[in-house]
């Protein structure tokens, strides 16, 4: 069967399930969207506002849904639009596949209309890049580039295919693809038993747990480990809901804003087991005082994530899912009666706490938790409300929170809120941003208005940029350098210009009828909801500081007077 580099393009989609595309069309990739219009009753075809829109948008419906998120961009602006969005998925480990047209081939490398090169910008930011330059390549290319993209530790994935590639033919013959499996080549049977007597001997375990437990669907074999080892557990950003976070034993994030309970509990802890996490930065603080009285286990997927930021005294390579598996097989029940007690003590002594009067960023968190029982998918911006976020909606289940956590994305939530609504139309979805970060990529509530979304976005709006903000309060003798955002917008207005409905909440009365008038509606909804601005995200563990260094606001005041 003869077929243009473009009709194989889509061919290839088709074959590997692909049934979302987010992008931005162009000059260069014009033959793949004419092919993709004969093909549009199987595959659904997203126009964002900006192609940066299109990389969050594959990315939340990836995170979401636990398959390959899907974008194109044209040649030059269109492909660098995306950088910023394949750069976020790199970060957190997310399965993308980018696919760019670019130049006909005779033209490349002579800085012709729209040339870029694409896979030369991208290489450090992707797990693999391709340029194809042969259209009897293009097929195999692209079946690769899927399954790079699910192996081992996911990431995005660049295929950057030429104009005259897309228009050429060649013989095409269609695969069946196979599922990807999951990786245990490296881990060992002496391994494994180092690892059971490690936690054998324990007298206080803390499991720690990351984005790995959720990304290898953990989430069964993670709730009979931690029953069968008796211990509490803490998590990263990127591993809520790999835990049940209403349970007794969740003790709340570890790091800088993490709970007094975890950040205190794995610095007196005996054994540390590290499963599917990184150690970053931001989670370990000063990191020659990071659990400095235990010996710490890793289980990990990804070699390279070893001994790179913490030294750790044992580890288990392989699916985090397949490594539970069978640590569960060799592990009798144990008990660590003292010790789980002394941590719930903890919590009962260091609870999450907030002003009790007026509108905020916790209260409106947690009543958006209350009005949706907990079942909604929350996705978020980066700063204060994705802090609060985090630390005030309890997430019972894995990919219900949809965020940037290495990059730090300022303009990530509302495209990778529209990419998480079409992936699970059934789910409430409801991205928090700050109004510096909603500012960044609002016009994606046009693409919303489109699509006839019934995603809600609440503007949590402190008219500053508040983390940015809390740190020159707290580090730079108050001195708000470009941080106060005292211009004129008007965010209801904007949204009901971009055919959306628009409500102003200004206290908790306000607020509470906004959620539950846009909880009833099936078009997008923007609450714009305004708080103090100097509202701050407690506890707080200052840089270069150990995290058993954990202060609230509490402590601050006492430390002053």
Same mark, same amino acid.
């Given at each position: ?21 987010f992008g931005y069309p162009g000059g260069a ?9 004969? !093909?549009r009753n199987e595959i659904r075809h997203v ?46 480990? @997310? ?28 290489? /450090? ?28 530790? /996911? ?25 990807? +499996? ?34 290898? +669907? ?10 069968? @080892? ?30 007094? $309970? ?30 400095? !009285? ?25 699916? @985090? ?11 009798? /029940? ?6 789980? +007690? ?12 907030? !002003? ?23 996705? $978020? ?21 949809? $965020? ?21 139309? +059934? ?21 919303? @208005? ?112």
């Amino acid at each position: 069967m003869q077929l243009t580099g473009a009709q194989i393009v889509i061919e290839c989609l088709k074959e590997q399930g692909v049934d979302t595309i987010f992008g931005y069309p162009g000059g260069a990739i014009l033959n793949v969207y004419d092919e993709l219009y004969k !093909h549009r009753n199987e595959i659904r075809h997203v126009l964002t506002s900006h192609e940066q829109g299109a990389s969050h948008a594959a990315d939340g419906y990836a995170r979401s849904t636990g398959k390959v998120g899907v974008c194109f961009a044209t040649s030059g602006p269109g492909a660098t639009n995306l950088v910023t969005g394949i750069a976020t998925a790199y970060m957190d480990s @997310v399965p993308m596949v980018a696919i760019t047209c670019n130049v006909t081939v005779p033209l490349l490398g002579k800085d012709s209309f729209q040339e870029i090169d694409i896979a030369g910008i991208t290489t /450090p930011i992707t797990k693999h890049n391709f340029i194809v330059t042969d259209v009897k390549e293009l097929a195999d290319v692209i079946r690769r580039a899927f399954r790079i993209a699910q192996t081992g530790r /996911p990431g995005p994935v660049l295929v950057d295919i030429p104009k005259d590639i897309t228009a050429q033919k060649t013989e095409y013959k269609a695969k069946e693809i196979q599922p990807v +499996e999951r990786l245990t080549q490296k881990m060992t049977e002496e391994d494994i038993e180092q690892a059971v007597s490690y936690i054998r001997h324990a007298k206080k375990p803390y499991i720690f747990v990351g984005g790995g437990a959720v990304i290898s +669907e953990a989430s069964e074999e993670l709730k009979e480990f931690v029953e069968l @080892v008796d211990a509490p557990v803490t998590d990263t950003l990127m591993g809520k809901g790999a835990y049940d976070g209403t349970g007794e034993r969740y003790t709340g994030m570890l790091g800088m804003h993490g709970t007094k $309970t975890s950040n205190l509990g794995v610095s007196e802890c005996d054994l540390l087991i590290a499963i599917g996490v990184r150690f970053s930065d931001r989670v370990i603080g000063n990191a020659k005082k990071f659990a400095h !009285h235990a010996k710490i286990l890793q289980f990990d997927v990804d070699p390279a994530e070893v001994n790179k930021n913490i030294v750790v005294d044992a580890c288990v390579m392989g699916d @985090v899912r397949e490594i539970l598996k069978r640590v569960n097989e060799r592990l009798e /029940p144990m008990e660590h009666k003292e010790w789980m +007690e002394h941590i719930l003590e903890y919590k009962k002594q260091y609870p999450l706490t907030y !002003h009790p009067q007026g509108l905020s960023g916790p209260y409106m968190i947690e009543k958006i938790y209350e009005l949706t029982n907990g079942d909604a998918t929350i996705v $978020t911006e980066v700063g204060q409300h994705q802090m609060w976020s985090a630390q005030f909606y309890k997430y019972s289940k894995p990919r219900t929170l949809i $965020t940037s956590g290495g990059l730090g994305t300022m303009g990530y939530g509302l495209g990778a809120a529209i990419g998480a609504q079409i992936g699970n139309p +059934e789910k409430t979805v409801i991205n928090i941003a700050g109004d510096g970060c909603f500012r960044m990529n609002m016009n994606e509530i046009a693409t919303a @208005v489109r699509e006839q979304l019934p995603l809600i976005q609440v503007v949590v709006n402190n008219h500053v940029l508040g983390m940015v903000r809390q740190w020159q309060d707290l580090f730079y003798e108050q001195r708000y350098s470009a941080t106060v955002l005292n211009d004129a917008v008007d965010f209801v207005k904007m949204a009901e210009a971009m055919g959306a409905t628009g409500i102003r909440a200004t206290n908790r009365e306000e607020f509470d009828a906004a959620m539950k008038q846009a909880l009833t509606m099936k078009t997008p909804v923007v609450i714009d909801a305004i708080i103090d601005c100097d509202d701050k995200v407690w506890p707080m563990v200052a840089p270069g500081a150990a995290i058993s260094e954990v202060f609230t606001e509490e402590d601050l005041e006492k430390k002053e007077r």
